[in-house]
Each structure stands twice: as structure tokens, then as C-alpha cells.
């Protein structure tokens, strides 16, 4: 079974924001408050299923108080205001990231972050949930089934983590299809 977003291709889905358009070191809640705005008239303009990436190139700092009011603020209304969107941040120096990783721990908020292609978690994140989120990337696509057994958890408890994991809009659920041709929930990340 196809979802609407698998007949679009990535670039398609994907929009990029640059912050660095903001400068290169960005300070107070203030400042990131006037850049949320510009978030979230974006965010507004896509679709269920489609990504903004907000791309640090160019911005060597940002402090706490604007990571938390800027990213803090805006994943918290993902599941409200704009459900089924993805956030995920883009090249980071160490600062931000440092920066970043506080700010949602403090908020029990988890972010993707790309690097290079690689996409880790930050911010708040259990090793199971890590475990999990890592192991869905490296097989692309799967099921609670298949993710249960491969690292040997109940069924259960793998249905847990995965749901936990799309709610934070992590993961993309979708209908698929066993070998059996039986209807089950396939999990991937991003595409």
C-alpha cells in the first residue's frame, strides 16, 4: 500500500530554512521569537508528511535561550498546529549543538539532526528510544514485528517505543503489508 507522500520525491517534501540568514551568532528569546514567526509561516505552507530543515550554515553560535524558544517552541506545536510535519536540524557547529541538545533536554523535547547525511537523535532521548530510531535507519523501512526480534525485545515493548517515537514526529507510520499478505505498520525515518 502507497502512502500520499511516497509518490513525491524527497526534494519535493523537503523545505529548507536558512538561519543563517539571521547572522552568524544568534542570542535571546527575543530574536529567536521574531525567527519563529518565519518558522511558522513555512511550516504552514507544508503538507503532512513533508520536512522542514532548518539549516545552521553560517551561524557559528546560538545560546540557550534561543534554542529553546526558537526549536523548543516550534516542536511543541508540531502535533498541535502542524501535525504530521518534520523538523530537522541541519549543520551545527558543536556550540549550537551543545546549545540545542540543553535546551531540549530541558523540555523533554528530541530533534533529528542530519550531519552528512547521518541523522542521530538530540535533546532528550532514552537509550531504548535511541537504540530503536537507530536501528530503523539502518534498515529503512521495517516493522514492530521485525524490530522486536531483532533486538530482542517483546512485542509489546517494541510497539511502545515506536509509537513514542512517531509522536515526537520522529518516525512516519505507514499501512504496508506482511509476506502474508496481512495488513501491519511499516516504520521508517524521513522518506
Partial sequence: MTSSY???T??????RFNLGQFGSHLWTRERARHIRGRVGD??????????????????????????DELFGKTLLTLGGEY???????????ECAKENLAKALE???LTIIERRQG??????????????TFAEVVAVGATSAAALSKKLRVSLTAMNERLSKLTNL???????GSSASG?????YRVLH
Avoid at 501535525?83 to 557547529?93: D, I, S
Avoid at 547521518?118 to 537504540?131: C, R, S, W
Avoid at 514526529?169 to 499501512?175: F, I, S, V
Fill in 6 to 8: 511516497s509518490l513525491r
Fill in 169 to 175: 514526529g520522529l518516525l512516519r507510520r505507514e499501512k
Fill in 42 to 67: 513555512v511550516l504552514q505552507t507544508l503538507r503532512a508528511g513533508d520536512i522542514l530543515v532548518v539549516d545552521a550554515t553560517g551561524v557559528e553560535a546560538f545560546d540557550f535561550s534561543f534554542a
Fill in 10 to 15: 524527497l526534494n519535493e517534501m523537503e523545505k
Fill in 106 to 108: 530541558g523540555l523533554s
Fill in 182 to 186: 496481512r495488513e501491519q505498520y511499516v
Fill in 83 to 93: 501535525p504530521g510535519r518534520f523538523v530537522v536540524a541541519e549543520n551545527l557547529t
Fill in 118 to 131: 547521518e541523522l542521530t537523535l538530540l535533546g532528550k532521548v532514552h537509550p531504548a528510544d535511541q537504540e
